[in-house]
C-alpha cells in the first residue's frame, strides 16, 4: 500500500513548505517538496530533505525515561565514549510506562503546588514546531488552568516586531512572489540562502530581468556572497544607516510627497531628526563610506520598485528595537508600498489572524489564581532559577526547546538546570543537551505523526498539515501529552476534552476578513490556500508597473498598505508614535550605539563584537545531533576572525582560539577567511556537548534585554580572544 501525504513543514522557518510524504506499509520512504505549493514550489531546504534521517534516527526518544544517574552533560559522566546517543542515554534513564511517568509528573506537580504555589512551576517552549496546535493550545490550556508562571516568550522576533508595530500597526509585508517584480532588492540583515531559501527564486528571477540585490550584513553570509553590492555594517548601528539613507532621501527630494502627506504622520519631526544624521557622520558608526550612503539612498529611493527583506538579524542587538523601526520607515518615506514589487517583509504572520485566544485560553488563569500569573522572561531563564523568589522556580518544563543550547547566559542555565531540588520535564523527540538535566523525559512525535494547522511568517497561504503515519514508539503529539496530563491532573474542564480537528476549526473561526470562507473541510481538499484580501489593489498597480503581467502571484496581489490602511493608533504610519514617547522612547528614532560594542561603554577589555550566529544548515540547535545534516555544516565550531584581529593577536588560520569575556569562555578554531570586517568575529550555534569544553557559544551571550520587547541580545556581544595554550 503506498499513498502520498500532503504535508507542512512547521519548523521556526519563514517558508512553511509544502511537503509530500510517501507512506508504503505504514513506513515514511521518502519526502519531497510539494510541487503545487504556489511560494514554496516542490523544493526543499536541504535538513528537511533529509527528513528521514530525522524520524528514523536511532537517537528518537521513543518512550517515557526517568533519570537514574546524576543530572548534567553525558560527557562528565560514565559511559561508553563513542556509543550512540540512545545507547548512552539507557545509561542515564531507564524506560518506563507513560502511566508511570505521568503519575510521578502529577505527584511532584501537586507536592510543589501545596509548598510554593501553582508559580512555582514553569513552562519553557518556543519554536520546536510552529503548528497552531502543536505550538501553543492544549499546553497553554494546562499551564493557565493550573496557575503556573507565564513564559515570556522573546527569544527570537519580540524586538523587531515591536519595531515594525510602531511604524505600521501590524505585522504584514510584501509577498514573497512579488520580489520577481521588483527591481531593487535590499536583504537587510537577511541570510535568505541560509534562512529562508524559498524567497531566492524570485529574487532569482527579479535579476534575471535586471534587479539589483544589495546585502547589508556584518557577516558576509551566502546571500552577501551572490550580491550584486555587498555592504559590511557595523553590528548594532543599522538605525543610523536608516537614518543617512532618510537624512539623503529628504535632502534630495528622493521621497513621496503625496504618500507621506496621505498616510504618515510626524513627517516633520523625522525630518528634523534625520538632518543630524549626515552620510560622514553615519559613515563613522556603520563602517560604510559616505559616497555608498548617498549611492543606496539614491539607488533605492529611484530604482523601482524598490522592496526590503529585514529578517530578524539587526533586532538582536541592544537597541534592535530602533534599528527595526527606522528601516520600516524607509518605504513609508518613498511611497513604495503603492508598488507591486515594493515595501518590506519582515514577517507576514499577523496577516493569519488565528484564533489563538480559543486555542490557548488564558481565562483559565483567573479560574486557577482569580488573576494573571506571574511572567517570566524566557531569555533569562538563568537568573530565574537560580535567584527567583516568591515563589522559586521548582518545576520546569520543557517542550518546543532546547534551553540547554539556545538561551543566553548559558553557564547560568546549567547551573540553575544542575539544582537538585529543581524537577525537570523534558517532552522530546531526541535525547538533546536539555535533557541530560531531566528527572523525566517523555517522546515527542515529529509532523509526520501528528496533524496539524500551520501558517507561515514568509507568505501567506495556510495548511493542513496531515498526519502520514502512526507514531513511532510511544510518541505523543504536545495536544496529546498535555491532554493525558490535564486528565492525570483531574483537570475537568470540557476543553482538555477537545478533538483536534476541533480545534482547528476553533483556531480558524475568527474574526479576521482574511480566513472567511477558509475552513477545515476547505484545506483538506485543497493543500494551499490563499488569505483573502478582499479589495485589492494589486491588480490595477500591476498593469502600471509591469510589463508581462504576472504568472506567480495568484489572484490580486496583495498591497496591504497602498492606501494607508496602517494599524497604528492614527491610522498612520507613525514616524513619531505617542505610543513609544508614553513607553519612555524616543517618539521618533535615534540611534545610540550598544553598550557591548566598540563604540559603546561597556566594551572595555573586551574589544572584539561577536555574532553567535544561526548555522546554515541546521535550525536553531536542531538538527545538530543529525550526522547527514551535521556533515553540511563544517564551519561548525569555527571562529572567524579579520587578519587584522587575528594577526594583532599572533592567531592563524587553524589555530585553537580562547573566546571569553566574564560569563564565560570557549575554545574554537580560527578561521582567518575574509567573511568578518575588523573588530568583529562570529561563530555559529551548536549542541553544548558537541564543544570540546561542554559549553556552547551562549557561554558568551548575555541576559540583557533589548530597547523594545524584552527580546533577546544575541548579536550584542563583547569578547576577548587569545591563542588557547592546553
Ligand atoms: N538554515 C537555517 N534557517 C533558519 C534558522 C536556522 O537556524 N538555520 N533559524 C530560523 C529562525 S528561528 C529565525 S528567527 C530565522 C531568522 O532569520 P534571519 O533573521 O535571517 O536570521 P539571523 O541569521 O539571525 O540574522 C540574519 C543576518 O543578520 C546578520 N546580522 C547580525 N547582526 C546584524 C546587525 O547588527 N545588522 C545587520 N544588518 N545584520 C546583522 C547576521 O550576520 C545574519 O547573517 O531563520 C529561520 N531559518
Ligand atoms: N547563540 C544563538 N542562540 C540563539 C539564536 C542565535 O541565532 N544564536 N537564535 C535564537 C532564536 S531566533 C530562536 S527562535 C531560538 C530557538 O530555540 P528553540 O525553539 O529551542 O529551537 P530549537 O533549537 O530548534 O529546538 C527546538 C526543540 O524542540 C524539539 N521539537 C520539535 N518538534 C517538537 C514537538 O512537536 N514537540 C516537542 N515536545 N518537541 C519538539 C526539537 O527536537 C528541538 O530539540 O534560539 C535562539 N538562540
Ligand atoms: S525548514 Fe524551512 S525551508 Fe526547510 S523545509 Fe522547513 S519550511 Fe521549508
Ligand atoms: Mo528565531
Known sequence: ?????????????????????????????????????????????????????????????????????????????????????????????????????????????????????????????????????????????????????????????????????????????????????????????????????????????????????????????????????????????????????????????????????????????????????????????????????????????????????????????????????????????????????????????????LNSAALKMPELMLKALGRPARIVNMVQLGSALNTLTGPPIQALFVYNSNPAAVCPNHNEVVRGLMRPDLFTVVHEQFFTDTTDYADIVLPATTFFEHKDLQAAYGHYYLQVSNQAMDPLGECRSNVETFRALAERMGLEDECFRESVDAMIDQALDSPNPRLKGITRERLEGDPHVRLNFGQSLGRAALDETTEGGCSQVAGDPFLPFAEGNFATPSGKAEFYSETLKRQGLDPVVAFAPPGESRHGSKAAGFPLELLARKPDNHLNSSFANLPTVREMEPGIGNLEMHPDDAAARGVRDGDRVRAFNPRGEIVLQARVDGTVPPGVVAARLDWARFSPGGGNINVLTSEKLTDMGNAATFYSVSVEVELFRA
Open 1 to 353: 500500500m503506498k499513498r502520498v501525504v500532503h504535508a507542512a513543514c512547521p519548523h521556526d522557518c519563514p517558508d512553511a513548505c509544502g511537503v509530500l510524504i510517501t507512506i508504503e506499509d505504514g513506513r515514511a520512504t521518502r519526502i519531497q517538496g510539494d510541487p503545487q505549493h504556489p511560494v514554496t514550489r516542490g523544493f526543499l531546504c536541504a535538513k528537511v530533505a533529509k527528513y528521514l534521517d530525522r524520524v528514523y534516527s536511532p537517537e528518537r526518544v521513543l518512550y517515557p525515561m526517568r533519570r537514574v544517574a546524576p543530572k548534567g552533560p553525558w560527557n562528565a559522566q560514565s559511559c561508553a565514549p563513542h556509543a550512540g546517543e540512545g545507547a548512552r542515554a539507557t545509561q542515564v534513564f531507564e524506560r518506563i510506562s507513560w502511566d508511570e511517568a505521568l503519575d510521578e509528573i502529577t505527584r511532584r506537580f501537586r507536592s510543589i503546588i501545596a509548598e510554593y504555589g501553582p508559580e512555582a512551576i514553569l513552562p519553557y517552549s518556543y519554536g520546536g514546531t510552529l503548528g497552531a496546535l502543536n505550538g501553543g493550545s492544549m499546553d497553554r490550556r494546562f499551564f493557565h488552568r493550573m496557575g503556573a508562571s507565564q513564559l515570556e516568550r522573546t527569544i527570537c522576533s519580540s524586538a523587531g516586531e515591536e519595531g515594525l508595530k510602531s511604524v505600521l500597526g501590524i505585522k504584514l509585508g510584501t509577498e514573497p512572489e512579488q520580489f520577481a517584480h521588483s527591481r531593487y532588492i535590499i536583504a537587510w540583515g537577511a541570510n535568505i540562502h541560509g534562512n529562508n531559501v524559498h524567497l531566492w527564486p524570485f529574487i532569482a528571477e527579479a535579476r534575471r530581468k535586471g534587479a539589483k540585490l544589495v546585502v547589508i550584513d556584518p557577516y558576509r553570509t551566502r546571500t552577501a556572497k551572490c550580491a550584486d553590492w555587498y555592504l559590511p555594517i557595523n553590528p548594532g548601528t543599522d538605525a543610523a544607516l536608516a537614518l543617512g539613507l532618510m537624512h539623503m532621501i529628504i535632502d534630495e527630494n528622493l521621497f513621496d510627497a503625496d504618500y507621506v502627506t496621505r498616510y504618515t504622520v510626524g513627517f516633520e519631526e523625522l525630518k528634523a531628526r534625520a538632518e543630524q544624521y549626515s552620510p560622514e557622520k553615519v559613515a563613522h558608526w556603520t563602517g560604510i563610506s559616505a559616497d555608498d550612503i548617498r549611492k543606496l539612498a539614491r539607488e533605492y529611493a529611484t530604482v523601482r520598485p524598490s522592496v526590503i527583506r529585514v529578517n530578524y538579524g539587526i533586532q538582536r542587538s541592544e537597541r534592535g528595537g530602533m534599528s527595526m523601526r527606522a528601516v520600516t520607515m524607509l518605504p513609508c518615506l518613498i511611497g513604495s508600498w503603492k508598488e507591486v514589487g515594493g515595501g518590506l517583509q519582515l514577517s507576514v504572520s499577523e496577516a493569519f489572524g
